[in-house]
């Protein structure tokens, strides 16, 4: 395996990706997507990303539109951007070689959105969403009014490889008001390829509940799997990232889509 990392343009700027290269040549892509200012240097997407290539993906890590190597503003880090920074991925790599399968995925806000894609493109194989955000927030009045009243929010993200240092977002309040345009609960009975649902037992961002309602409204083929002992944050535990791509490989096997 190798890793080459790309500039991908975009209308915002261009938008910075790695692409993971399996042995041999292959028909199969997979695009990964970051969680809510996530990096896609996090190691759950960088442990995913391995599997995959070593069953014969080449695969992309991307970070949206105005986070962390990405060019453009955090004020352009909207759900509706993020769909467009999709597209661009899809259409650079599309350019590079022939793939005959796509598959995308990622974790929380990336699952989130690799399902609203899914559900506007077809040429999306199969949507992998390890612990899928609906899109619409879960928030106190409280929290909603202190944002709007601001005007952004404030969040801090640990740096991929040093989880002591950390990097501040002031994310702006039309962040929310744009991410509330969308419902991926609902986008997902809009999609006919295989879908992997994926919830963590310990998850108090995204309950498993939610996760089984996606399940419940997709089509076949799809799979669901709530794994014992996993919170959201599984990214910090090597361990709990094994026993992850270790259900979603199997999954994968069980829909016979992992060769």
């Known amino acids: 395996m190798s890793i080459e990392n790309v500039r991908i343009a975009s209308t915002k700027g261009n938008i910075f990706a790695a692409i993971h ?11 990964l997507c970051p969680g809510y200012l996530d990096s896609k240097d996090y190691a759950h997407l960088m442990g995913l990303a391995g599997v995959l290539c070593d069953k ?19 004020t352009d880090y909207t759900t509706t951007q993020y769909l467009e920074d999709i597209r661009n991925v899809l ?27 899914a559900a506007r ?32 929010s404030i969040s801090t993200r640990d740096l991929p490889h040093n989880r002591n240092k950390k ?26 390829s295989p879908v992997i649902l994926i919830a963590g037992e310990l998850d108090d961002l995204v309950l498993p509940s939610e996760v089984q309602k996606m399940y419940d409204n997709a089509n076949e083929p799809k799979k669901y799997t709530m794994i014992p002992g996993i919170g959201h944050d599984y990214r910090f535990h090597d361990d709990e990232i094994k026993i ?9 096997k069980q829909l016979n889509v992992s060769e």
């Not at 014969?56 to 060019?71: I, Q």
């Not at 999306?124 to 879960?138: E, F, K, L, Q």
């Open 21 to 31: 290269y399996p042995e041999a040549p292959t028909k199969q892509l997979a695009i």
């Open 56 to 74: 014969g993906y080449t695969v992309v890590r991307f970070d949206p539109t105005g986070t962390w190597d990405s060019e453009g503003d955090i």
């Open 91 to 117: 259409g650079y790599m599309l350019k590079q070689g022939s793939f005959e399968s796509v598959l995308l995925g990622g974790h929380s806000r990336g699952a989130m959105v690799s399902i609203l894609y």
């Open 121 to 152: 493109d077809q040429r999306i194989s199969m949507v992998v969403a390890i612990m899928p955000s609906s899109g619409r927030w879960r928030m106190r009045t409280q929290e909603h009014d202190k944002w709007k009243n601001d005007g952004f």
């Open 167 to 192: 990097r501040t977002f002031r994310v702006p309040y039309a962040h929310l008001v744009d991410r509330n345009l969308y419902d991926a609960s609902v986008d997902v009975k809009k999609i006919h």
């Open 244 to 252: 992850v791509n270790g259900v979603i490989l199997e999954q994968m």
